[in-house]
């Protein structure tokens, strides 16, 4: 593979991985450049999309977009769908940009995993996704360095299969799970303390890039199109400055000191 070639990269299993989207998914939309800043406008218009008030079958629902909006934005976490074709296709947009535990931008919707993640994780990012297309694994949880006492963000990656049992894609969840542990100690009265045992810190090791990746592999620039996106990267977010504010009582407990 050369170094800016990521339609073929090789693992050291033997499995190959194309992070350019160069396939097709059984939902890829064709005809629409996938690099678009506005491909989530052109796509949706090509296939004429549901929209708004229009009403969306689920399997044990029926939302109108709208809602399905809501209700996916409401999320205590950041969500983002990168399909079987490895197109980074949807992230719940929940919040600004500038308060993302793993910053995106809108037009980053269509780019391929390629364009997402700075070369020197690409790897990584093959790594994951083809562990969970392969089922040799089901989920990679990874922290992202620089993890510390007041916050402790993961990222999840799941694979996401059809009713057929088939590969759909990857799942990303990204969130600081720091308020739900502080609430669980203030409401049970327990306190974390140091393990002597422990063999790391803040960051452990999680998965084949030893690191937390995300969406966010790289601090993004204003253009061109940053290296954020989903995936694996090996690349750290860049720290934020404060944690995002916790919105459950009673999490300024001291007991998570220890």
Not at 104 to 120: F, I, N, T
Not at 173 to 196: C, F, H, R, S
Not at 206 to 232: F, I, L, M, Q, Y
């Amino acid at each position: 593979m050369s170094e800016n070639d990521f339609s073929h990269i090789e693992l050291d299993n033997g499995n190959v991985e194309d992070l350019t989207a160069s396939g097709k998914s059984k939902a890829t939309v064709e005809g629409v450049d996938m690099n678009a800043d506005d491909w989530v406008e052109q796509a949706a218009k090509k296939v004429n999309a549901a929209e708004g008030k229009d009403y969306v079958k689920l399997d044990r629902g029926i939302l109108t977009v709208d809602q399905l909006n809501n209700f996916l934005n409401s999320m205590p976490m950041e969500l983002t769908y990168a399909d079987d074709n490895n197109q980074f296709i949807y992230y719940n947009n929940m919040v600004p940009y500038d308060d993302m535990l793993a910053p995106r931008w809108p037009k980053q919707a269509g780019d391929p995993m390629s364009a997402v993640h700075p070369a020197r994780a690409v790897k990584h990012v093959a790594q994951v996704i083809n562990g969970l297309r392969t089922g040799e694994k089901a989920s990679f949880q990874m922290p992202v360095p620089g993890n510390g006492p007041d916050r402790y963000i993961i990222h999840n990656y799941i694979g996401m299969h059809d009713k057929d049992g088939d590969y759909a894609g990857v799942n990303e969840q990204v969130l600081d799970i720091m308020p739900e542990i502080k609430w669980y100690l203030a409401k049970t009265g327990q306190k974390l303390v140091p393990d002597p045992d422990a063999v790391t810190g803040a960051s452990v090791k999680g998965g084949p890039a030893d690191t937390a990746t995300a969406a966010s592999g790289a601090e993004p620039e204003p253009a061109p199109k940053p290296d954020t996106s989903t995936g694996a990267s090996d690349a750290a977010p860049a720290p934020k400055p404060e944690p995002k504010p916790e919105p459950k009582p009673d999490t300024s407990t001291g007991a998570s000191e220890g």
